[in-house]
């Protein structure tokens, strides 16, 4: 059976008996306490993790799902207008039905990667304000299009579960090196690292510039949650974002994104007012800024709320349940027999040396993270957990998205594409990364390159055989 669990762990003696006492009621409350979070909260999904309160984690699920406007800042090209409208399923926070699209171009023989950035960038935006009026200046936003030079067209890519990530989060680095080292050389997952646009502040692990190993997205493309939440306001609601990280103004979120990067008349971004002056002057993002913290001087930290309060609901949300009354023991060991599990790793199917390097725990202590009423609050330590990823990259062939994270990238890494987490995938509607198929097996038949071995194993597989590997991953 699989089972999500919490250790807690001793007080240190001291020379006073009764303080030792006063520590060790208090350690068994926490226990107990901790024991009735586990069993009540883990068998629904879109519940909190121990370190926040229900209150506290109902105020972020709330900000999360709240449909924001033009005035807000929504705009001037979008996909959509609240975060909750895209992570759905199973719950808030869950992966949705909503698919992005994508488009870039291969230079050089087809050997170097275009993100065609002069037209837009790989993300083609769905939406658009459209004709609206803004005090006296009329504006019509037009639609993106597909630039005509594109070779990669039309590309989707799903939403995301965001199930569980406060967890993967806290792991560092040497984590995800040690897990990809231990791997079968012929499926060695690629990590890939990028300097963190926006750190933590209070995560001393991340500094703002520096190389660090890239957990999230469908590509393995986005290093931190905090990065991931500015980046999903700036491109998908097209809301732009100002913070301060020890005294200096991070300042990649301001800039929005327009259509197809054709200027706009001042006044037809949205409907946000503009900042003053010296707002300007101090932060150094354009007067059109959506949402600013201002100055950072005297080193100043502060993230700004709406970032705050989604990195908060993201870090506190549970991982799914498995299902332990629907699982297959067979269908666990077929996943391993065939090859799922060298990229799906869990220390739960994992054998060999393998399985110890895939004991995804949370580090004693983990950073924290503050929502926007700057309470410093952390997911709870020695937390062993299971996603069924290794989170890094294994070129997919046919099966990748074809596009690459930058400039120059090659033909390989444009096929490649990050380890989908397993965990939660009963919740799904849609499968693989564009959601072409809601059905497992199909899903597991079309992985190609270095799941293509797996994939003909399961094809292989006598139908009895493949229904119970089916009910295994369902019950993930």
Aim: hydrophobic share 40%.
């Amino acid at each position: 059976m699989l089972v999500t669990g919490l250790a807690v762990g001793g007080c240190t003696a001291s020379a006073d008996d009764g303080q030792v006492a006063a520590e060790e009621q208090a350690t068994a409350d926490q226990a107990a306490s901790d024991q009735a979070l586990s069993a009540d909260a883990f068998f629904d999904p879109g519940q909190p993790l121990p370190g926040i309160t229900s209150a506290d984690f109902a105020t972020v699920s709330a900000a999360f799902a709240t449909v924001e406007t033009p005035a807000d800042g929504v705009g001037p090209i979008f996909n959509e207008t609240a975060c909750g409208n895209c992570h759905k399923n199973g719950a808030l926070g869950g992966g949705g039905d909503n698919i992005e699209r994508r488009f870039g171009k291969f230079d050089n023989n087809g050997t170097s990667f275009n993100p065609l950035g002069a037209e837009g960038g790989t993300l083609r935006a769905l939406l658009s304000l459209g004709s609206f009026t803004n005090g006296t200046q009329a504006c019509n936003v037009p639609l993106e299009v597909t630039p005509p030079d594109a070779t990669v067209v039309d590309v989707g890519r799903l939403a995301p579960q965001l199930f569980g990530l406060g967890l993967v989060e806290s792991l560092p680095d040497s984590f995800f090196q040690n897990l990809v080292a231990a791997e079968p050389a012929a499926t060695r997952g690629v990590l890939v690292m990028s300097p963190l646009a926006l750190a933590n502040p209070d995560d001393p692990s991340e500094i703002t510039g520096a190389l660090h190993v890239n957990r999230f997205g469908l590509k393995s493309q986005i290093p931190s949650l905090i990065q991931f939440a500015a980046n999903a306001y700036q491109n998908e609601l097209g809301i732009t974002t100002q913070h301060c990280v020890r005294g200096q103004s991070v300042t990649a979120f301001c800039a929005e994104q327009l259509p197809n990067n054709k200027p706009l008349p001042a006044g037809c971004d949205d409907l946000a007012p503009p900042q003053p002056a010296d707002v300007v002057a101090a932060t150094g993002c354009p007067a059109n800024t959506d949402d600013v913290v201002g100055s950072c001087a005297n080193g100043l930290s502060k993230i700004q709320d709406d970032i705050a309060n989604f990195t908060t609901f993201a870090t506190f949300l549970s991982p799914p349940p498995p299902d332990v009354f629907n699982t297959s023991l067979v269908g666990a060991a077929l996943f391993s027999v065939i090859g799922c599990a060298n990229c799906h790793v869990d220390s739960l199917v994992s054998p060999g040396a393998l399985g110890s390097a895939a004991t995804f725990k949370t580090p004693p202590n983990p950073a924290g993270i503050r929502a926007a009423d700057g309470v410093l609050r952390a997911v709870p330590g020695n937390f062993t957990f299971h996603p069924f990823s290794d989170f890094a990259t294994h070129d997919m062939g046919k099966l990748g998205d074809g596009l690459g994270n930058n400039a120059g990238d090659t033909q390989r890494q444009a096929r490649s594409m990050r380890t989908a987490p397993l965990w939660g995938i009963r919740f799904r509607h849609l499968l693989l990364h564009d959601g072409r198929t809601s059905d497992i097996a199909t899903a597991i038949s079309a992985h190609d390159g270095e799941g293509a071995q797996a994939a003909a194993l399961f094809n292989l597989l006598p139908a009895d055989y493949k229904a119970e590997l089916v009910k295994f991953v369902h019950s993930l």
